[in-house]
């Protein structure tokens, strides 16, 4: 009879220190504990395998590992950085908003600077809004008849008399007076406002051009009538523009040649306006022999 292995369960199966490893069962799960029966000599010719309890197991770590409450930190340190630049980018719109704006400010102004000096330079400029001149036809009837007809608010007739309320002045330059007959009965020459039933043929004239500057200062539109009168029949040719005397705007332009027997130009105008009058090329002169306003 042989002697007990006193060393059972084998070395690769031995039962584990419970102290060292609290979490493994010393046996194989599901095995009956081994007899102690010592007349039993059926020695297992393989190692055992114990298995380790389930609950022994842990899941991995994470990875990376964080310690509690470092997660949170981070997501605040993002949101925290998200703002900040939104809030730089606001503030970069809100500066390039504001460039472009003053750019758009000067480049306007400058514009009405440059709007300014052209419409002083050039007769094409927009007229101001106070300011107008329409035309509203020729009288070749009326003749030197004035009375009654026009002039009922002030007058100019060349080589007479001149009558003018406050609220209108009338400035001529340029231009060089003439009288043809002091004293006539021929109905082409004006009335006179210095002697009653006598008539005069007189003129402002020029060989270039000359102007008449009328400024109606209470803001109401009147009739203004220019008489134009070719009394020694020469053929005259001439031009008469009206024109904004602040922008140099032309308001109109008529253009005369046949007026030997007399003839008024008449328009509805307000404001400050300038008459130009112009010599064609080709005539004698230019001549104006009267200005009536309503």
Known sequence: MQ?????????????????????????????????????????????????????????PPRWPLARRGEGQASQWNGLTVLLAATAVAWVLVLILAVVVVVQLRGATAGNAGARSLSSTA????????????????ADTTTQGNWRGMYGRQGYLLAGDAQQLPATIQVTLSGQSGYIWAASSA?????????????????????????????????????????????????????????????????????????????????????????????NESGSLNAVVSGLFLS
């Open 122 to 137: 050039m007769p094409t400029a927009s007229p101001t809004a106070m300011v107008a001149a329409t035309f509203t036809g």
């Open 3 to 59: 002697t007990p292995d006193r060393s059972w369960p084998p070395h690769a199966a031995r039962r584990s220190d419970p102290a060292s490893h609290p979490d493994q069962s010393p046996w194989l799960a599901g095995s009956e504990e081994p007899s102690t029966d010592m007349g039993d000599h059926n020695v297992p010719t393989e190692p055992l395998t114990y298995a380790r309890s389930p609950a022994a197991f842990s899941p």
């Open 186 to 278: 021929d109905p082409r020459a004006l009335q006179k406002v210095s002697i009653p039933g006598d008539r005069i043929a007189a003129c402002w004239y020029t060989s270039t051009s000359f102007t008449i500057d009328i400024d109606l200062t209470d803001g109401q539109p009147h009739q203004m009538a220019l008489y134009l009168l070719d009394w020694d029949r020469l053929s005259r040719v001439e031009n008469v523009t009206v024109l904004d005397a602040a922008t140099g705007a032309v308001l109109d332009t008529h253009s005369i040649s046949v007026f030997a027997n007399g003839e008024y130009l008449v328009w509805q105008v307000r404001g400050n306006v300038v008459v130009r009058v112009t």
